[in-house]
């Protein structure tokens, strides 16, 4: 069975900085892309960064230059550094993995998902 679980979601003010964690079971991690999504109140689905297996990444220009993608392959597990946080990032942020292993921001292309945690971000 697959599963993405993440974690570290929470309640922070403008301009902190919060490390959220998506650890992966029941498939092969290392040839999944991963990326992070986000939807937020009033707002579509949207694409926040993404990396795959040789750690090459790719992100959103509204969040690039303050979040940090990265993976551990040996703990199965994917991160997201969120740093200079903004109200308009409150939002329930998600993992995904691509079976095949692309660099993608289309949420389509990605097979399975976590949950979600929900991060809130006061002024």
């Known amino acids: 069975q697959v599963q993405l679980v993440e974690a570290g979601g929470g309640l922070v003010q403008a301009g902190d900085s919060l490390k959220l964690s998506c650890e992966v079971s029941?498939?092969?991690?290392?040839?999944?892309?991963m990326a992070w999504f986000r939807h937020g109140p009033g707002r579509e689905r949207e694409f926040v960064a993404a990396?795959?297996?040789?750690?090459?990444?790719h992100y959103a220009h509204s969040v690039k230059e303050r979040f940090t993608i990265s993976r551990d392959n040996a703990r199965n597990t994917v991160y997201l550094q969120m740093s200079s946080l903004k109200p308009e990032d409150t939002a329930v942020y998600s993992c995904?993995?691509?079976?095949?292993?692309?660099?993608?921001?289309?949420?389509?292309?990605?097979?399975?998902w976590g949950q979600g945690t929900q991060v809130t971000v006061s002024s």
């Open positions: 990396i795959i297996r040789d750690s090459s990444t």
């Open positions: 995904a993995c691509q079976s095949w292993g692309r660099l993608s921001s289309v949420a389509r292309e990605y097979d399975y």
């Open positions: 029941g498939l092969a991690f290392s040839r999944c892309g």
